[in-house]
């Protein structure tokens, strides 16, 4: 058993407490105790281990050794350590380059160091500076990019353009188009699925393109409708102008399934067409009645309570005594009960000219609701509306057609 003293210092060390203990480990001609060594200092946050991390990063002789001090260099984030990752790159061993790899990924200083090795002979190396310029995502790599493009491996060039496609820099449009004709299909599809973020009218038709049997991969084709479908209303007109016009019968199919997308569930507002009319009774239900018309409203209200009132008077027994004939033939008339029936003629009429108004007026507010806006919405909310106010009552089937048709159309 040692002594208590060492095994104090073992702990200290072990805790990562003794930083001198911990870089002296770091020279121990044992791999197991040097690749510890590193693991815990990475833990300390302490400044004073990063020169020594980068020089084991550097000249250590075992791999497993100099991943850990990448690892490691990843949790301090210091600037020092940008140039001896970027070197690491280059190492012989795949793991060394992965942990250099992801240790940069978190550092967007990086970005004018990395775009320096884009022209390195190694096709590992520049694809693994596009795959991290792709997460940096900044955009002062976009023309650096664009260049890799015409990369001669081709995982460089799909990185590239699934980096631009993140990036959606509008100088990247056209290089992203060409791209839509690699010779290999991955490219191809990846390219596709860029150009869909984009949502120009620009890249509609090159995607369009790809939607035929000329295309030999599903891959890309479906990558192409995904595209287009986020294009929304903008890829409306242009595939139904080229629906009119092909001859392919893949590409017709696809047109048709995108379209059908599109409008969202156009099959429904064919069958709006079949659908009866609504009574006019419910559309009157609907209309408010406007405040010019409160006097007519008021008077309807006194015709309804004057024949409840008479309806009443009927059914009730009189309870005054009978006036003998001569009394009805020569007593005096009772004004009150004339004047009394005079006005209820009179409000019964104007309750029915108020009838005959809101029966003939058009529904304005109701219309002014459902009615859509034709310079807000997409093309698909807009045929809803148009759908809704066609089974309201409130425009027939040729009005329908005509709205349509100018929706679709312009």
Known sequence: MGSPVIEENIDRILNGKDIDGLLTLLQDENLMVREKAVTIIGDTGNPRVVRPLIDLLRSDREWRVQKAAAEALEKFGDKRAIEPLIEALKDKDKLVR????????????????????LDDKDRSVRWQVVSLLEVLGDKKAVEPLIRMIRDPDQNVRKTAVRALGRLTDDRAEDSLIEALKDKNE???EVAASALG?????????????????????????????????????????????????????????????????????????EDALAKPKVKKKKVIRAIKILPDDTDNAKAE???????????????????KPLKSEDQLSSGPKDKSAEVQATQSQSAGKKATKAKEKVKKAPPESANSESRP?????????????????????????????????KLLWG
């Open 186 to 188: 991955q490219v191809r």
């Open 301 to 319: 209200k006194t015709d309804d309570e004057s024949e409840s009132l008479e309806s009443d008077d009927k059914d009730k027994p009189d309870k």
């Open 373 to 405: 806006d034709d310079d807000g919405g997409d093309v698909v909310g807009r045929l809803e509306k148009l759908v809704e106010m066609k089974e309201k009552g409130f425009i027939d089937d040729a009005e329908f057609k005509e709205g349509k048709k």
């Open 197 to 269: 973020r984009f949502k120009s009218s620009k890249v509609i038709e090159p995607l369009i393109g790809r939607l035929g049997s000329d295309e030999t991969q599903e891959e890309v084709r479906n990558a192409a409708k995904g595209a287009l479908k986020g294009c929304r209303e903008n890829a409306i007109k242009p595939l139904l102008n080229e629906m009119i016009e092909v001859t392919d019968g893949m590409k017709r199919d696809n047109i048709k399934e995108v379209l059908e997308h599109l409008f969202g569930q156009f099959l429904r507002f």
């Open 98 to 117: 992965q942990a250099a790899q992801e240790a940069l990924a978190h550092e967007p200083r990086a970005v004018d160091p990395l775009i320096q090795l």
